[in-house]
Each structure stands twice: as C-alpha cells, then as structure tokens.
C-alpha cells in the first residue's frame, strides 16, 4: 500500500469496488486482491464513516466485513468480459444508393412509391461510438428503378440553411436490405454546398442533421416540397 495515497479517501473505495467487481467477474488477480485486503485490515474507511456518525461506522464495518469474507472466498468461474464493438459504417465514400418510398405520408402527400437516392458524401468517426455516414439526398419522383445516371447533384434536398448532407444514424439490417447499391461515382459539391467540404470538420458536424432512419422519409419529403414544391 503506497503511503503516499493514505490521505486520499476514495483510494481505499477504488480499491473495494475494483476487488469486488473482479471477484465477481472471476477475474481478481493477487495483487488487487492483497491490496483491497490491506485498506480493510487498516479500518480507515471504517474510521471515517464513524467521525461523521458511530452508528453509519457500525454499518460500514458490517458491509466491509462481508466483502473481507467475499475475498478472501474461493471466486466463482471466470465470465467473459464483453468487448463494446463500435459501429463501421460497411459503405465506401462516393457509394450510391437508393430505396423505395412506401408509407402512409408519401401517400398523403403523392410521393407512395417513388424513389430516394442517396450518395456516401464523408464519414464521421464518433469517439467510443464509431464510423458513421454523411449522406446527400434527392428523390426521384419516378417510379422506374433508379440507375446511377439518375443521381444528379443539382437535384440534392437541403436539410436546413443549404446544407445538402446529413449524418445518419440508427441505419439496421430491416433497413438494408431496402437498399439499391447504385454503383459509386465520385463526389462533387454544388457551389452552395456548405455541409460537406469545409476544412474544419468540427463546424461541419454542427451543420448536419442527427437523423434516424425511421424519421427520415417524412422529413426529406418535406424538405423537398419546401425546396422544389411539387417538382
């Protein structure tokens, strides 16, 4: 035990809490465990609990005691410890895509049917999250599978204050398999775009749009009227 620490009184807290959960997880090695047994041997969190009240001391010292027992207690079998797998965006840069339009509002507002087209623009690599897609969107208004010569740039929906890419989240395999692969042709910009090509990413990332899948369709139908009418 580092005298150095002896001051600090979340040191021996650590140490319990780290003993405890690896005992649990069958994972405790010696040296932890030797070290979480000398903070309970010394009683000085039992100590400090008691200069604010005896009674919360007394209960102190019954919970430390029953982890002392729990350590020094055979460890049940060693459990997996799962590894969070962050998201990988499986698209290239420059991949277009495309899925049909069947719901309830497409129908209300004459789309049911019809086609959206979309182009991998950049990729956002979101920390202890993962890699995810900046898109651009435009609808076809046909209802003739789309090919990759139908994706026109001058046809792009801006999402808000001509920005023509949106980061898009909560993409599953349900959604997927909904999806056309196009081909891939390279990325070109519109000389009012200001969502996709500026140098400082960070002030691309307030531009875009959080947008979940489910949400989408409803929301780019709109965005479409609201730049094209009924076009």
Not at 45 to 71: C, F, M, T, Y
Request: proline letters at 5%; one cysteine or more; charged letters at 30%.
């Amino acid at each position: 035990m580092d005298n150095a620490y002896n001051d600090d009184p979340d040191i021996p807290v650590f140490w319990f809490v780290c003993a405890d959960i690896l005992w649990k997880k069958g994972r405790l090695d010696e040296d932890i465990k030797q070290t979480a047994l000398e903070y309970l041997e010394s009683e000085t969190d039992i100590a400090r609990w008691a200069e604010e009240s005896p009674s919360l001391g007394r209960k102190r010292k019954v919970v430390l005691e029953k982890l002392k027992l729990k350590l020094q207690s055979p460890q049940p079998e060693a459990k997996p410890i799962r590894v969070k797998k962050l998201y990988k965006c499986p698209w290239n840069i420059g991949d277009v895509y495309a899925f049909q339009i069947l719901d309830e509002y497409a129908e209300e507002k004459g789309f049911h049917g019809t086609y959206v087209i979309f182009q991998v623009a950049a990729m956002w690599e979101i920390p202890d999250s993962g890699v995810y897609p900046i898109v651009r969107f435009m609808l076809t208004k046909s209802h003739e599978i789309p090919t990759l010569n139908d994706f026109s740039v001058c046809r792009l929906i801006p999402a808000f204050d001509n920005v023509y890419a949106t980061q898009l989240i909560g993409i599953n395999y349900v959604n997927t398999k909904k999806f056309i692969f196009l081909g891939n042709c390279e990325v070109k910009s519109k000389d009012d775009d200001y969502g996709i090509h500026l140098d400082n990413k960070m002030d691309m990332i307030k531009k875009v749009s959080m947008c979940n899948f489910k949400f989408m369709i409803p929301q780019l139908i709109k965005d479409y009227i609201w730049e094209y009418g009924n076009r």
